[in-house]
Structures are given as structure tokens and as C-alpha cells.
Nanobody
């Protein structure tokens, strides 16, 4: 099983980046997918979650309206389009997957720790600075 993030880098405030997360070794379309970020010196923060087919998406308030999570199940890839980037968006960005359990009716939002997910990537660094 692998989740491999890419697309991070250095960008000026107000700029944009598109992150990708390529999945392998599991049935991608059966898993809710999330982006979690960890700013330098801070704990992990949940950012956004997509349900299994991308029809429902959820965002933390600080990224709502600026970031868009999407997925292509045929390509087994998760994306994060980040616009209007701010210095406080600087972080290591992880993608993570979780399969619904029992009678859960939808994705569980707000999870921040690797142990709360089934699979977790190695991260890609995003730095927003002039």
C-alpha cells in the first residue's frame, strides 16, 4: 500500500499550487480521502475530506473558499488545488485514506492523526513566502 504526495514547493503569497496523491495497493474508490497538514513546530491539522466518489467534500474553515479537494478514481489520484495561499498555509501536507466503518453514514471529518486513518502518505512540503 502506498500514498505518494507530490506538487509541493515554494510559492509567493497569493499564489497557487496543486498537490497530487497517487494511491496504490488498495481499492482507492472504497476509501474516503483527506488532506492533513502539519505546520512547522505545530501539531497536525485536518484540512479537507472527500467522500468515496467525490460528490461530497468538506473543509476546515481556514481553507474553505481557497482550497478544492478532488479525486479521479480511474487514476487512483487525490488532488488539492490551493489558491490565494498565505504564509500560514506553510506546512507538510499529507494525504490519508479511511474506509467507513459499521453504520457510519458519511466521512468522518476532522481527524488529524495517522492512527485515525487506514493509510497515510509521506508528505509534500508547501512553503508560502516572499
Amino acid at each position: 500500500v502506498q500514498l505518494v504526495e507530490s506538487g509541493g514547493g515554494l510559492v509567493q503569497p497569493g499564489g497557487s499550487l496543486r498537490l497530487s496523491c497517487a494511491a496504490s495497493g488498495f481499492t482507492f474508490s472504497n476509501y474516503d480521502m483527506s488532506w492533513v497538514r502539519q505546520p512547522p513546530g505545530d501539531g497536525p491539522e485536518w484540512g479537507s475530506t472527500s467522500n468515496t466518489d467525490g460528490s461530497s467534500t468538506y473543509y476546515e474553515d481556514s481553507v474553505k473558499g481557497r482550497f478544492v479537494i478532488s479525486r479521479d478514481n480511474a487514476k487512483r489520484t487525490l488532488y488539492l488545488q490551493m489558491n490565494s495561499l498565505k504564509p500560514e498555509d506553510t506546512a507538510l501536507y499529507y494525504c490519508a485514506s479511511r474506509k467507513k466503518e459499521g453504520l457510519e453514514s458519511g466521512p468522518i471529518k476532522g481527524l488529524t492523526l495517522p492512527i485515525e486513518y487506514d493509510y497515510w502518505g509521506q508528505g509534500t512540503q508547501v512553503t508560502v513566502s516572499s
